[in-house]
């Protein structure tokens, strides 16, 4: 049985909680149909609670957040802590999101707001790298997004496993135990919808229209997942 701890850095936006749910259920559902008898538990970072030891749990989860790595909040402090910790004891650790570039930016990266714009609905990256964990194989990663910041420098322990234009830095590992992804495989079509429309004041009405325009595409949701599992078991 292994043990999951899911490092939570935000919550889903109150009114799009009811339909949606929150992320600890969006990524639960997912990993449980892959891994049914995991001990699933989650800490409430964004609220100051962290796991009291790396050994608390298997393998760990860190989710996305409305947040910026660089804001300078002391549970971002806090978590960039643990997440250095969890490096040097060499704990399996995947990001996503804010995840993803608050692990680039703890061991050495650089994390900015991108002059690029937003990225949101779906992201279309080609795989440059095959790791044998990647089952089912595949030459593209196209995923949900909703991000403005991105990861413009690599840490020298960065590996990028796949890329665009549009964000070069998309998928990453670290050594054999961490990582990352800046695309969303526990956000479905439906909420990334509702999530543009709640935030289409902030979002340039030519990228808004790009964004639901695309998700109209396939999904790699599923193989994402199914990664992320497979790494997990891989480097556990």
Not at 177 to 187: R, T
């Amino acid at each position: 049985m292994m043990k999951v701890g899911l490092l939570q850095c935000d919550d889903v936006r109150e009114d799009l909680r009811a339909v949606h749910g929150n992320y600890p259920e969006m990524f639960e559902r997912p990993l449980r149909a892959r891994l049914p008898d995991m001990d699933y538990r989650v800490y409430r970072a964004h609220d100051g609670e962290l796991p009291s030891s790396v050994d608390s749990c298997d393998v760990y989860l860190t989710t996305g957040s409305k947040f910026g790595v660089y804001d300078g909040l002391p549970w971002i402090d806090a978590l960039q802590t643990f997440v250095l910790q969890l490096w040097t004891a060499g704990k399996p650790l995947v990001g996503i999101c804010f995840g993803h570039q608050l692990m680039a930016r703890t061991l050495g990266g650089q994390v900015l707001k991108s002059p690029k714009g937003w990225g949101v609905g779906m992201s279309f990256n080609d795989v440059l790298v095959h790791k044998q964990w990647m089952k089912p194989a595949t030459s593209a990663l196209d995923l949900i997004v909703s991000h403005q910041d991105q990861v413009v420098q690599l840490p020298p322990q960065a590996e990028v496993l796949a890329s665009s234009d549009f964000c070069p830095y998309y998928l990453l590992q670290y050594g054999e135990h961490f990582l990352s992804v800046q695309g969303h495989p526990e956000f479905c079509k439906a909420y990334s919808a509702d999530l543009m429309t709640a935030r289409e004041a902030s979002i340039p009405p030519t990228r808004l229209r790009a964004g639901r325009a695309s998700l109209a595409a396939e999904v790699d949701d599923q193989v994402m997942l199914d990664w992320i599992v497979s790494f997990l078991q891989y480097a556990r």
